[in-house]
């Protein structure tokens, strides 16, 4: 059974440090990994998607690097800002069953 | 932006009460996901679709059912709730091809 761990469970920064969030899965059989966001209470906000085929994805502030033969993919944060703090989840689809395993995820608190 | 939506947002209802939670998405998805996420706790799969007339129990076992009759809706329904299935549902549905999972805001159930 696929399992998806994130490290740290949670993570507080003050404003304008660069962070990284970790997230390690025990299958190497990847389609695809996607990482969240997750705001108290609400759903997921989609963030990046990385394609098996591909190494990293850059939207804005952030970076999502995967290597599939280490099992792991790394979410880079650039100048943190209080309006990041949430919970970041990544949720790893395999390549058999199709279906997502998802992280705990990591709540990052950035301080004023 | 994903066109993915769910009613109600939240809902108190007592013991015993059949209710429905809706789940639309304008986007055409074939593959359409319920997670139920205790507060704090990871996503776990209750129900998947991956087409019209086709549903599928998820990883963790649901007192729920869900029906399929349009592509662009996938309901939840309780037949009768009760306390131990106060918790959040969310609804997602996935891109063809690349298969970016989107979700909608959620509904927190609440049984009294």
């Known amino acids: 059974k696929q399992e998806v761990t994130q490290i740290p469970a949670a993570l507080s920064v003050p404003e304008g440090e660069n962070l990284v969030l970790n997230c390690s899965f025990t299958?190497?059989?990847?389609?695809?990994l996607q990482w969240f966001r997750q705001d108290p209470g609400k759903g997921l906000t989609s963030l990046l998607l990385?394609?098996?085929?591909?190494r990293e994805q850059t939207s804005g502030r952030l970076n999502a690097s995967l290597d599939k033969s280490s099992g792991r993919s790394t979410l880079y944060i650039a100048a943190s800002q209080p309006g990041d703090s949430a919970t970041y989840l990544c949720?790893?689809?395999?390549?058999?069953?199709?279906?997502?395993?998802f992280g705990d995820g990591t709540t990052l608190t950035v301080k004023p | 932006e994903a066109d993915i939506y769910q009613t109600p947002r939240y809902l108190v209802i007592g013991t015993g009460k059949k209710i429905t939670l809706e789940c639309s998405q304008t986007?055409?998805?074939?593959?359409m996901y319920w997670y139920q996420q205790d507060p704090g706790m990871e996503l776990h799969l209750i129900h998947y679709?991956?087409?019209?007339?086709?549903?599928e129990k998820g990883d963790l076992s649901s007192e729920s059912t869900v029906s399929r009759i349009r592509t662009e809706h996938f309901p939840l329904t309780l037949e009768s709730a009760r306390p131990s299935h106060t918790s959040q549902y969310l609804c997602?549905?996935?891109?063809?091809?690349?298969?970016?999972?989107?979700f909608g805001e959620g509904s927190r159930l609440t049984v009294l």
């Open positions: 949720a790893m689809r395999d390549a058999n069953a199709g279906k997502s395993t």
């Open positions: 299958d190497s059989a990847i389609y695809n």
């Open positions: 997602a549905s996935r891109t063809g091809g690349g298969g970016e999972l989107f």
């Open positions: 986007m055409g998805h074939d593959k």
């Open positions: 990385i394609q098996s085929s591909q």
């Open positions: 679709s991956y087409g019209v007339n086709s549903t």
